[in-house]
């Protein structure tokens, strides 16, 4: 199973050159809670945008894909925590068709090289509009028609301190009539590790 993780504005923008515009710390905490002991693919270029990603993406094994000097060997995964390289997607397709949850981190190329492929996307909807020069395909919404789960939040910007609704949602396939318990308990466990923290802007 393939399953798309991202968070978008208004314009479907995903992001600034290689990192993104806003920087919310519930979103950062679903994000881990939701990919927390699965397999996480990035794009090189988005792996290497991250700081220090090594420390800040455990309890994850990483696939890294695009042209690299490192080893690309799939069946060597051994820790969990565990970096692999790849020079295509072909390794990730034929893993989920084995039944592995594979996570989908970004960035646009690689989001829209797996649209053939992609069975459910857990979306950040960021309710405001940023300075994005980086957008998903808008046609994702006919790839994945199917709403299935919602939950709404506030949270603030700690590049600009303003508060912004933002919602997380799972979409889904047409042929996908029930989301998979898995998906469903990953998803639930990332809600309720951001229904303890509180919008410093609704105190009194």
Not at 101 to 118: P, T
Not at 183 to 195: D, G, T, V
Request: proline share 3%; charged share 25%; glycine share 6%.
């Amino acid at each position: 199973m393939i399953v798309f993780v991202l968070a978008a504005d208004e314009n479907f923008g995903i992001g600034k050159g290689d990192e993104l515009p806003w920087s919310f710390k519930k979103d950062m905490q679903f994000f881990k809670a939701l990919t927390m002991g699965y397999h996480v693919a990035f794009g090189r270029k988005t792996w290497e945008a991250i700081k220090e990603p090594s420390k800040g993406l455990l309890g994850r094994r990483k696939i890294v894909i695009g042209k690299t000097d490192q080893p690309s060997e799939y069946d060597q995964f051994e820790s969990i925590d565990q970096t692999l390289y790849f020079e295509s997607t072909k390794e990730l397709i034929q893993r989920s068709a084995d039944g592995e949850v594979i996570m989908i981190a970004g960035g646009k190329q690689l989001y829209e090289s797996l649209y053939a492929h992609v069975d459910f996307a857990v979306v950040t909807q960021v309710h405001q509009k940023f300075d994005c020069n980086v957008f998903i395909d808008s046609s994702i919404q006919k790839v994945l028609p199917q709403r299935m789960i919602s939950y709404k939040i506030k949270d603030v910007d700690r590049n600009t301190q303003n508060a912004v609704n933002i919602t997380f949602t799972i979409y889904g396939r047409e042929n996908y009539l029930q989301t998979p318990p898995s998906l469903i308990s990953s998803w639930r466990h990332a809600i309720e590790s951001i229904k303890t923290w509180f919008d410093p802007r609704d105190e009194s």
